[in-house]
């Protein structure tokens, strides 16, 4: 019986579903190889193939020669591709901020997140530095995506807004206030300006969203 890989993604058909599967047990693979463990002809797997890394989530990884003939391309997964397959990192952060706060160690959390909002911060500064107003305002919000927070910018009365429409830490954030309060924090760096939270997802909302201000004032170093 066939199993379905757990990999989920927009514009991801069931067979290549099943590709990336492969391909991620596997580690690094060609195409016969791939071929003998597909029910499709070659050609239509090398169409999947293609698309799959024409969308960034496979890539090739160099040759492979067994013998006299052509090498054999291999294939592997990108980051994209392996970020696709389930992970718990967020679910185990949250158990262990749990133990700690338990345990009596808030301390410790907070000398974690003012360490990392240090680190994040000098190496953020150069994709910020000589930003202002909107162009500043939209790097951050980049920035931020690839941080996980799949944010945007949005215009309305009183100015425009920093929208974070995901929270990559939910289940810390369920036990502790600390990621919310150096999030904000990691936000005004790179603004270079105070924001005002505005909408918050632990209340209930759809997104945190974040009030900056005029444009103008979006000229600081984080």
């Not at 990999?7 to 391909?23: C, N, Y």
Request: aromatic residues 6%; positive net charge; charged residues 30%.
């Amino acid at each position: 019986m066939q199993t379905r890989e757990p990999v989920f993604g927009p514009g991801i058909g069931e067979s290549q579903r099943k590709l990336l599967g492969l391909i991620k047990r596997s580690g690094e693979c060609t195409l016969a190889w791939l071929e003998a463990g597909f029910d499709l002809n070659r050609e239509t797997l090398r169409t999947h193939l293609k698309s799959l890394v024409a969308m960034g989530l496979v890539e090739r990884s160099g040759v492979h020669r067994k013998g006299p003939g052509r090498p054999h391309v291999l294939y592997r997964l990108t980051p994209a591709g392996e970020a696709l397959f389930p992970r718990r990192e967020g679910m185990l952060l949250g158990e262990l901020a749990g133990f700690l706060n338990e345990r009596g160690h808030r301390d410790l959390l907070e000398e974690f997140f003012e360490r990392r909002l240090a680190r994040r911060r000098k190496e953020l500064a150069p994709r910020v530095a000589g930003l202002r107003g909107r162009e500043r305002l939209e790097a951050t919000a980049g920035i931020l995506s690839e941080e996980g927070f799949v944010a945007e910018v949005v215009d309305g009365e009183g100015g425009a807004r920093l929208r974070l429409c995901h929270c990559p830490l939910q289940e810390m954030v369920a036990l502790s206030d600390l990621p919310c309060r150096f999030e904000k924090r990691l936000i005004e760096g790179l603004l270079g300006a105070r924001s005002r939270r505005e909408t918050f997802i632990p209340e209930g909302e759809h997104a945190c969203t974040y009030a900056v201000g005029p444009l103008a004032q979006l000229r600081g170093r984080p």
